[in-house]
C-alpha cells in the first residue's frame, strides 16, 4: 500500500484521555525545531520546570517531564526509590495501582497489596493496618484518581498515615493533575508523576514528575544504581538543571512546546478556577446522565470529576453505543476495564474536554442511542 498523507478525523475526545488539544497547543507543537542544548531551549525547559513545580503545587527542585507517556513516569519512580528487597505497599482499587505493584515486583521489592474493590477509594485504615504489619515500609503507592474507574482517594490522608510509619509516599497524579486539587507538597507526598494527555490535555507522550527533599535522599543512599539507564533520575537531574546541561538523550523538542503552551494556558486560568470547571461540569454531567435514566458507578463522595464511570443498563449494547457516537456524532468515550469491562462506560471531562458544550453534546447523543 503506498504511503500518503494522514488526515485525522476531527473527534471529540470524551474518554479516558487523551483529551480535546487545544488549537494553541497544536499551534505551539508545529513551530520550527531547534537544537535541544540551544541556549533558547533551555530557557523552555527552565520555564516548563517552573510551571510543573506551580501546577504540582511544590518546591521541589526535582520536577521535570520524563520523555515517555504516563507510564514512564510511573516506572522512573518505582526503579529509582526502590531496590531489590525494599518493602512496597500498593494500594490498588483499579488497573493503575495494579500495575504499580507489577513495576515493583519487578524491581525486586517486596510487595504487599492493600486491595480495595474496585470503584471504591482506598481504605486508609486497611493502609494503616498494613503498615503495622509491614513496619519497615520504604514506600506506599496510591492513585489519586483511579482511571479505570472513576474514584478520586483521599490522598491527604494517605501521605499522613505513610509519614506515621516512616515510610516514603508515592501519588500516581495522572489523571488528577489539573482537575482537582493536587498540593503535593502540603500533603507531604513525596513523589508523584502524571501525564500531558488527561487534564493538561496536550498529545500524549511526556510524563511530569515530581521529587522531594525525603525522596532524593532515599535516592542518593541507593546501594546499586538504578536497573533502567534511560529512567535514572540522578542521569536525568544533570541533563534538566544544573549550570551547564549534559546529553543524556535528545529532548522531544516540538512535545515541550506543547507541554509548555498547556502549561501557560493552564496558569492563565488559575488552577482553582480550573478545579472549579471540572467540579462544575461533572455535577452537571451526572445530572444529564440521571436524567436519562442511567446510574453512577462509584458513590457520590468518592467520585472524580473528570471521569464519569456510569453503568450500562441491563439491555443495552455498551459497545454498539460507543460505536454510535463515535459515528453520528465523532464523540469517543470509553469502555470499563478489567471487571468493569461490558458494565461501565467512562465518560471524561479532562482539560479542554470540559466544558458545557462537551456535555450537552454527550447527553444529547447518548439520549439518542439508548432511545434507539
Ligand atoms: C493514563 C494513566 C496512566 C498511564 O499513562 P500513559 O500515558 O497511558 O502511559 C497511569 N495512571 C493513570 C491513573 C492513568 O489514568
Redesign the pocket.
Given at each position: 500500500m503506498p504511503m500518503t498523507p494522514f488526515a485525522p478525523p476531527t473527534r471529540v475526545l470524551m474518554g479516558?484521555?487523551p483529551s480535546d488539544v487545544h488549537e494553541r497547543v497544536r499551534l505551539a507543537l508545529a513551530r520550527d525545531t531547534i537544537g535541544h542544548l540551544d541556549p533558547e531551549f533551555i530557557t523552555l525547559m527552565d520555564q516548563i520546570m517552573g510551571g510543573l513545580r506551580e501546577v504540582f503545587c511544590t518546591d521541589y527542585q526535582l520536577t521535570m517531564p520524563i520523555s515517555a507517556?504516563?507510564?514512564a513516569g510511573?516506572e522512573a519512580a518505582i526503579v529509582n526509590l526502590l531496590e531489590p528487597g525494599d518493602t512496597f505497599i500498593a494500594c490498588v482499587n483499579g488497573v493503575?495501582g495494579g500495575r504499580m505493584a507489577v513495576m515493583a515486583e519487578r524491581a525486586g521489592a517486596k510487595v504487599v497489596k492493600v486491595e480495595q474493590q474496585w470503584g471504591r477509594a482506598i481504605d486508609v485504615e486497611a493502609l494503616r493496618d498494613a503498615l503495622k504489619q509491614n513496619p519497615t515500609t520504604k514506600l506506599v503507592g496510591f492513585?489519586h484518581?483511579?482511571?479505570s474507574t472513576g474514584v478520586l482517594s483521599d490522598a491527604q490522608a494517605i501521605a499522613a498515615v505513610a509519614q506515621e510509619f516512616g515510610a516514603l509516599t508515592l501519588a500516581?497524579t495522572?489523571?488528577s493533575l489539573g482537575g482537582v486539587p493536587v498540593k503535593i507538597q502540603e500533603w507531604g507526598i513525596d513523589a508523584a508523576y502524571s501525564?500531558t494527555?488527561?487534564c493538561l490535555s496536550c498529545p500524549?507522550g511526556l510524563s511530569p514528575v515530581t521529587f522531594g527533599p525525603r525522596a532524593r535522599e532515599a535516592m542518593d543512599a541507593r546501594k546499586i544504581p538504578v536497573q533502567s539507564w534511560f529512567l535514572d533520575l540522578s542521569l536525568l537531574t544533570g541533563y534538566w538543571s544544573g549550570a551547564k546541561r549534559a546529553y543524556h538523550h535528545t529532548a522531544p523538542v516540538n512535545a515541550l512546546y506543547g507541554l509548555h503552551e498547556s502549561l501557560v494556558m493552564l496558569l492563565e486560568e488559575g488552577l482553582e478556577a480550573a478545579w472549579k470547571r471540572h467540579s462544575d461540569t461533572h455535577l452537571k454531567l451526572v445530572e444529564g446522565l440521571e436524567s436519562l435514566g442511567l446510574h453512577m458507578a462509584v458513590p457520590a463522595g468518592e467520585r472524580t470529576p473528570q471521569l464519569n464511570a456510569v453503568m450500562v443498563p441491563d439491555g443495552v449494547d455498551e459497545a454498539g453505543v460507543r460505536a454510535q457516537l463515535l459515528q453520528r456524532h465523532n464523540l469517543e468515550i470509553g469502555a470499563g476495564l478489567g471487571p468493569m469491562a461490558g458494565k461501565i462506560w467512562r465518560i471524561g471531562l479532562m482539560g479542554q474536554s470540559c466544558t458545557q458544550r462537551h456535555v450537552d453534546l454527550c447527553i444529547g447523543a447518548l439520549g439518542e442511542a439508548l432511545n434507539a
Open positions: 479516558p484521555g507517556p504516563g507510564s510511573q493503575f492513585v484518581a483511579e482511571t500516581d495522572v489523571t501525564g494527555q488527561k500524549p
